[in-house]
């Protein structure tokens, strides 16, 4: 099964950047979409932005739209998040996640172990 790694994560200011990192190891990795999704303490995990492995379309949140970016190194089996312009409501755990057919929940079924994003006021 194929096993995903983040980083990138870590402590920053409001106003600050960060890029977070998902690298994909496995027999073969060729997946339908690749994505990133948040978990803060006491909220449910949600959508931050998705991209399709093949043609690139991507996917945002309304609530990181114009501040994130999502994109992908298909020669490196890395997928990326640009965070810019950080509020301290992003504070959270970040996941990337895996999708071998389609956009929905359900599909993405190979996750990473998340990495920690803390934004300070």
């Known amino acids: 099964q194929v096993q995903l790694v983040e980083s990138g994560g870590g402590l920053v200011q409001a106003g600050g950047s960060l890029r977070l990192s998902c690298a994909a190891s496995?027999?073969?990795?060729?997946?339908?979409?690749m994505g990133w999704f948040r978990q803060a303490p006491g909220k449910e995990r949600e959508f931050v932005a998705i991209i399709r492995w093949i043609s690139g379309y991507t996917y945002y949140a309304d609530f990181v739209k114009g501040r994130f970016t999502i994109s992908r190194d298909n020669a490196k089996n890395t997928v990326y998040l640009q965070m810019n312009s950080l509020k301290p409501e992003d504070t959270a755990v970040y996941y990337c996640?895996?999708?071998?057919?389609?956009?929905?929940?359900?599909?993405?079924?190979?996750w990473g172990q998340g990495t920690q994003v803390t934004v300070s006021s």
């Open positions: 996640a895996a999708s071998r057919s389609g956009l929905n929940n359900k599909d993405f079924n190979s």
């Open positions: 496995g027999r073969t990795f060729s997946p339908y979409a």
